[in-house]
């Protein structure tokens, strides 16, 4: 899996994977809810440089991670393994 140049790239599971897909929204909630990788190392209880490896998809979210991620967004855990639409074009 190599890491994906944009970091707000919409991926899809068919051509990258379902954990890459996992990282993208990863990446995405936390830009949304204003989180750092350090905020994120907290919650999921593991180090800043394995959010790190995470992050940019060098090593797969485990479920366990993105269950405690998911409960502290508020969101269910199916919403970060689900490929993000892209945003609509208001005209």
Aim: aromatic fraction near 4%; hydrophobic fraction near 45%.
């Amino acid at each position: 899996m190599t890491p994906m140049a944009d970091p707000f790239q919409l991926p899809h599971v068919d051509d990258d994977g379902l954990a890459a897909v996992v990282a993208a929204n990863i990446r995405l909630e936390a830009a949304r809810h204003g989180l750092a990788q350090n905020d994120i190392a907290g919650i999921v209880r593991i180090s800043r440089s394995a959010v790190s490896l995470r992050s940019t998809g060098r090593v797969p979210w485990t479920l366990d991670e993105v269950g405690r991620l998911s409960q502290a967004l508020g969101i269910r855990p199916g919403d970060l393994m689900t490929p993000p639409r892209p945003a609509s074009r208001a005209w």
